[in-house]
């Protein structure tokens, strides 16, 4: 399991959850995309297959809108499989995370803090 946690700050971020949708649609590679809101919460998981481990690897981003042009996103990768993982945790969270780091430059919006919590 990997878990990180993302400050994302800039102003109309309320676009953030359709621009990731958009974004991981265009990616393909496979991915299955559960976008859904609660007030100001949004979450999105991914499901991705990966043959180095037979299994697959499961992804929850939360984000979570804040006043004054903040976003928190909590991002957690998990696999599906038994035994060694060579990898494959590292690889989706470095895609999900490289995904956000390229949105931001799109939006002109600042990742503010990174912290890996697992």
């Given at each position: 399991?990997?878990?990180?946690?993302?400050?994302?700050?800039?102003?109309?971020?309320?676009?953030?959850?359709?621009?990731?949708?958009?974004e991981l649609k265009e990616a393909g590679a496979?991915?299955?995309?559960?976008?859904?809101?609660?007030?100001?919460?949004?979450?999105?998981?991914?499901?991705?297959?990966?043959?180095?481990?037979?299994?697959?690897?499961?992804?929850?981003?939360?984000?979570?809108?804040?006043?004054?042009?903040?976003?928190?996103?909590q991002i957690v990768q998990a696999k599906g499989?038994?035994?060694?993982?060579?990898?494959?945790?590292?690889?989706?969270?470095?895609?999900?995370?490289?995904?956000?780091?390229?949105?931001?430059?799109?939006?002109?919006?600042?990742?503010?803090?990174?912290?890996?919590?697992?």
């Amino acid at each position: 399991m990997k878990a990180t946690r993302l400050v994302i700050e800039g102003s109309d971020l309320r676009s953030l959850p359709n621009i990731l949708e958009k974004e991981l649609k265009e990616a393909g590679a496979g991915a299955t995309l559960f976008l859904d809101s609660w007030n100001d919460v949004y979450i999105c998981t991914i499901q991705e297959s990966y043959l180095r481990i037979e299994g697959y690897v499961a992804t929850v981003t939360v984000l979570n809108l804040k006043e004054n042009g903040r976003c928190e996103v909590q991002i957690v990768q998990a696999k599906g499989s038994i035994g060694l993982g060579f990898g494959a945790e590292k690889a989706a969270a470095n895609k999900v995370e490289a995904l956000f780091e390229k949105i931001c430059r799109d939006n002109s919006w600042r990742i503010e803090g990174k912290k890996e919590l697992i």
